[in-house]
T-cell receptor, first 111, second 116 residues
Framework: AQTVTQSQPEMSVQEAETVTLSCTYD???????LFWYKQPPSRQMILVIR??????QNATENRFSVNFQKAAKSFSLKISDSQLGDTAMYFC????????FGKGTRLHILP | DVKVTQSSRYLVKRTGEKVFLECVQD?????MFWYRQDPGLGLRLIYF???????EKGDIPEGYSVSREKKERFSLILESASTNQTSMYLC???????????????FGEGSRLTVL
């Protein structure tokens, strides 16, 4: 069965620093999607970034980028120049025929 | 913009009550999902639906049922609420696989249910 593991339940960094959230997954499939979702306090979950497994190039969205290591089944999220608004719960998710979420990492950006 | 609307942000119910959580999406998405979110457990899939009048059990369907009479609406039903169903409930929708599907889920704001 597919699993998604986020090994960091909680993290804190200073504003403007770079932070990396880790995610590993387990699957026997070769074609799938990986996602990072962000859930700000008391607000709805939104997509941060998406990676298709067949694409070798790492996805980037402004200050957010991923390090996708398919062989290692690793999918980490890097947030550069972190901002107070990045404070949120971050979920890594895997999808082939259904979507499986990790347990989340609570990220605090400190002023 | 895609909008997924959950009818109630906060509910307080008593043990044994029947509870309805409503979810409506306005983007003509085929797929709809109900998740439960608990601290330290992440999101767990309760039920999902890929079409009208169609439903499939997720990972934790016990104590829940669903209804999808119209494409845009997906309801979660707790037939007899219990205290262990106190949780945040998230509805989500997406396009069908192969139908321009990027895999992305669009979420509602969540319904926080407290069962006393």
């Amino acid at each position: 069965a597919q699993t998604v593991t986020q090994s960091q339940p909680e993290m804190s960094v200073q504003e403007a620093e770079t932070v990396t959230l880790s995610c590993t997954y387990d699957t026997s499939e070769s074609n799938y999607y990986l996602f990072w979702y962000k859930q700000p306090p008391s607000r709805q979950m939104i997509l941060v970034i998406r990676q298709e497994a067949y694409k070798q190039q790492n996805a980037t969205e402004n200050r957010f980028s991923v390090n996708f290591q398919k062989a290692a089944k690793s999918f980490s999220l890097k947030i550069s120049d972190s901002q107070l608004g990045d404070t949120a719960m971050y979920f890594c998710a895997f999808r082939d025929d259904k979507i499986i979420f990790g347990k989340g990492t609570r990220l605090h950006i400190l002023p | 913009d895609v909008k997924v609307t959950q009818s109630s942000r906060y509910l307080v119910k008593r043990t044994g009550e029947k509870v309805f959580l409503e979810c409506v999406q306005d983007m003509d998405h085929e797929n709809m999902f109900w998740y439960r979110q608990d601290p330290g457990l992440g999101l767990r899939l309760i039920y999902f639906s890929y079409d009208v009048k169609m439903k499939e059990k997720g990972d934790i369907p016990e104590g829940y049922s669903v209804s999808r009479e119209k494409k845009e609406r997906f309801s979660l039903i707790l037939e007899s609420a219990s205290t262990n169903q106190t949780s945040m409930y998230l509805c989500a929708s997406s396009l069908k696989v192969g139908g321009g599907d990027t895999g992305e889920l669009f979420f509602g704001e969540g319904s926080r249910l407290t069962v006393l």
